[in-house]
């Protein structure tokens, strides 16, 4: 910048030091709510504001325009003014970069985030109070960039003192109102590798991430500089000097003298154009970059991606994606090769309508041949640029497509194929076409081609490891999910589970039907606290708790405090709600017992009036110390019952009795089915657009048992009664009208109580028959050892009763309650 002062220029010197191009400089980076979310040191000591004052406050309130500098009138007669003397005005050239008079966007336009190109220019700010300079104006020059990408930076402004500057350096008015901020490409500047090396260091305590990303903007849309004619530029290099040609020393750098061709950039129309251009390509990426990624479908995003392309940078795009990709599996395994099957997921062009369907049609799938473009860019991971489709290449890739001639298409055309990756791995490509009436695709357009499909690869793999994890989700959650049978012994049982909205969909709400002996049924309704694996991985634990103590018979309240016990062996901060409800069909009974989960709602069938069950509340399992309560409830056949989880009935902002009394109203409508009845529960509670929990619905219509159908007798414990026990069971087969039945239960019966009377006691041995879609058959003797399958050989006489009950039943068991045992099997029936 000085060009008639001997100074040092020696690297690294005190902040003091502004040698020829070096100047202290202000760092301040803006989010995208206009905020400030970087402020250095150097615009500590510029705008007199301290880090914490600034950071998080708008920056336009941080660095207020006070007014435009007054404009000097253009003299004909100075070839350093770059006023253009046709303007009446008197703003620059064309040619000229941004200068003292404000052309171009100003200070607080970039501020306010309405330009997408970098920008420059000098202003006057009032300072925030208190600061050194008291209420004079701050004369700074500043630059502008844009910022894309992912995170909250939206603008980098890089701040000089212009008064000092000229102060410092002894200007008079008439040199310093020549110096105007602009930018030059590091390419057109003297040793670019050095300056890139050092380009980093304007951006201390950044971190290195958003560091990089700033840098390499900066890189690429050009250098800050300070203009002193539109024929001069020095490159702004905050604490180094001007780099120096190779063997030159350094006192020979403190030697004033004329700039060289390394110093010195004209601003021609050359350079204009490529600033237009790169301007042009960075306001296209950043529209790319605001346009997709608007959801996490993968299908919504692989046509937000195919779109961006057409027209603006191409006439034809098509989306090709391997299958594990489209099918949201894992990340796809190595790179792809000739049997790699793509899918073309979308295609956009702007030719007429239905050109491309039969030959390119969308869904289609195939593996691309060895020797074509796509395969290429495919395998490599690298763009695939054809300025121009020959009729000879044309048919030379036409002729590896069979029963498809793709020569009309795509002969003439200019052809670019870019890599849609992610984390280096080749997810597909995207193949970008023109007309032969517009510009070919150039080196340029490759880079951009590029970098778009980089972007669009992050997009696509960010909607494919959504899709994957609700994937994963779902099967979880699936297999958690007991496959409920809709028929048990004495009711008809129908379900629902609804998935939270939250992310991730996996809960820990959970139901369950268990079949107990002597037709009995549990019903089970638990909710474990939280989302996510471990609310979903311990639904799974308290749920197989749960299933192998109540198929031991284990008494309701029991089986609570059991639960309330293994819950807090696995942790104190597990907290679950758990109903277990035990429907006894030939008593006609309900027992429940709770542990702080919401009450179930009884629908009566003799007046279809509903109300909920009044339960002890108990404390949730995990709590610990506290009883828990058994109640007994008559029931009758035809009677409903209906168990939830409180997802259904508790919204955000509303009170929980609102919701209990919906389900009891919607419960209580008529309903053609039992799947149609959980239907309209469901319309009638889940319309509220704020609920996030997941939802598990249990509904049972409790038909009962007819009294004829059960049979039951009392037996000595003699073996003579394992004879008349034959006989009472055929009588009571033929009385039912299943003859077809006699022969097995006769033999399977004699095998039980066989055992029965020989190993119990003195007490009789009870026998009893229940009739509903099978047979049931139950012996109770008063020992309360169970039974076990002997290994026997071909000698022995005993032990082979229960391989012969196992095998010829449909399933059998052995439960004990108190001093008592009850071994029971099934039979299935076969009515001709």
Not at 117 to 133: D, E, Q, V
Not at 233 to 241: L, S
Not at 312 to 322: C, I, P
Not at 545 to 553: L, S
Request: net charge negative.
């Amino acid at each position: 910048m000085d060009r008639g002062s001997e100074r040092d220029t020696t690297p690294g010197r005190g902040i003091g030091d502004t040698s020829a191009g070096r100047i202290p400089l202000a760092v301040v980076v803006v989010d995208q709510a206009g905020l400030v979310s970087h402020w250095s040191s150097g615009a500590r000591r510029l705008f007199g504001v301290d880090r914490e004052e600034a950071v998080g406050h708008p920056a336009a309130d941080l660095l207020p325009v006070s007014g435009a500098l007054p404009d000097e009138p253009h003299d004909p007669h100075d070839p350093h003014d770059p006023r253009d003397p046709r303007d009446p005005l008197g703003r620059s050239a064309p040619d000229a970069s941004p200068a003292y008079d404000g052309t171009g966007p100003d200070l607080e336009t970039s501020l306010g985030g309405h330009t997408g190109y970098p920008a420059a220019g000098r202003a006057r700010l009032c300072p925030p109070p208190p600061h050194p300079a008291g209420d004079e104006r701050i004369d700074v020059l500043w630059w502008a960039y844009p910022l894309v990408g992912p995170g909250p930076s939206r603008l980098l402004v890089l701040a000089a003192d212009a008064t000092r500057l000229r102060e410092e350096r002894g200007y008079d008015d008439e040199t310093a109102e020549r110096i105007a901020p602009g930018f030059a490409r590091h390419t057109e500047l003297p040793a670019p590798g050095e300056l890139e090396r050092r380009l980093p260091d304007i951006l201390p305590n950044m971190g290195p991430g958003l560091s990089a990303r700033i840098v390499s903007q900066i890189l690429e849309l050009g250098y800050p500089v300070l203009e002193f004619s539109q024929f001069e530029r020095v490159p702004v290099t905050p604490y180094w000097g001007v780099p120096r040609r190779p063997g030159r020393t350094r006192a020979e750098a403190a030697v004033p003298r004329q700039r060289t061709a390394e110093a010195v950039v004209p601003a021609g129309a050359e350079q204009d154009l490529e600033y237009a251009a790169a301007r042009e390509r960075l306001e296209f990426l950043n529209e790319v970059s605001s346009g997709i990624g608007s959801s996490l479908d993968l299908g919504e995003t692989i046509r937000e991606v195919t779109s961006a392309a057409v027209p603006r940078f191409a006439d034809f795009a098509g989306t090709h994606l391997r299958a594990a990709v489209l099918a949201g599996e894992g990340f796809p395994d190595g790179p792809p090769d000739a049997s790699t099957v793509m899918f073309r997921v979308w295609v956009e062009h702007n030719d007429e309508p239905g050109r491309w369907d039969d030959t390119v049609p969308v869904g289609e799938a195939f593996a691309f041949p060895e020797h074509t473009p796509f395969y290429r860019c495919m395998v490599t991971g690298e763009p695939v640029l054809v300025p121009r489709v020959t009729d000879e290449l044309s048919e030379r890739i036409s002729g590896e497509f069979e029963k498809r001639d793709l020569r009309p298409l795509i002969g003439g055309r200019s052809l670019l194929i870019v890599p849609l990756k992610a984390r280096n791995v080749v997810l597909g490509f995207m193949v970008l076409m023109r007309r032969p009436d517009r510009p070919q695709f150039d080196d340029m357009d490759r880079t951009t081609g590029a970098e778009l499909a980089a972007r669009a690869g992050l997009v696509l793999d960010n909607a494919r490891m959504y899709t994957y994890q609700e994937n994963v989700a779902d099967t979880l959650q699936d297999s958690m999910l007991p496959q409920v049978t809709p028929r048990m012994a004495g009711c008809d049982v129908a379900t629902r589970y609804l998935p939270g909205t939250r992310l991730g969909r996996i809960g820990g709400d959970w139901f369950d039907t268990i079949k107990l002996p002597g037709s009995r049924t549990a019903l089970v309704v638990g909710d474990v606290m939280g989302h996510g694996l471990n609310s979903a991985a311990m639904m799974g634990q308290l749920r197989t708790a749960v299933q192998t103590m109540a198929a031991m018979e284990t008494p309701p309240a029991q089986l609570l405090r059991n639960l309330d016990d293994l819950a807090r062996r696995l942790g104190d901060t597990y907290l679950a709600t758990c109903l277990y409800v035990v429907y006894d069909p030939i008593r006609g009974e309900l027992t429940l017992a709770n542990a702080g989960h919401i009450p179930p709602v009884l629908v009566r069938a003799a007046d279809g009036g509903s109300a909920l069950l009044e339960l002890p509340t108990g404390a949730p399992i995990g709590v610990g110390g506290v009883p828990f309560e058994v109640i007994r409830v008559p029931v009758s056949p035809g009677d409903r019952l209906v168990l939830c989880t409180d997802g259904l009935v508790e919204v955000r902002g509303s009170d929980i009795g609102e919701g209990l009394a919906a389900l009891c109203e919607s419960a209580a409508h008529p309903a053609a089915s039992m799947d149609d009845a959980c239907d309209t529960i469901i319309r009638a509670l889940n319309t509220h657009g704020g609920r996030k929990d997941d939802v598990a619905l249990l509904m049972a219509r409790l038909n009962g048992i007819p009294d004829d159908h059960v049979a039951e007798w009392r037996l000595d414990a003699d073996p003579r009664e394992v004879a008349r026990a034959r006989r009472l069971v055929r009588a009571q087969l033929l009385d039912w009208g299943l003859p077809q039945a006699v022969e097995t239960a006769g033999l399977l019966v004699s095998e039980v109580v066989t055992n029965a009377v020989r190993h119990a006691g003195s007490d009789p041995v009870g026998l009893r028959i229940v009739r509903t879609d099978a047979l049931l058959f139950e012996v109770t003797d008063d020992e309360p050892a169970l039974p076990a399958m002997l290994a026997v050989g071909p000698d022995d006489e005993s032990g082979r009763g229960l391989r012969v009950v196992s095998r010829l039943a449909r399933e059998w068991g052995a439960t004990t309650s108190g001093h008592r045992k009850t071994v029971w099997f099934e039979q299935a029936l076969t009515i001709p």
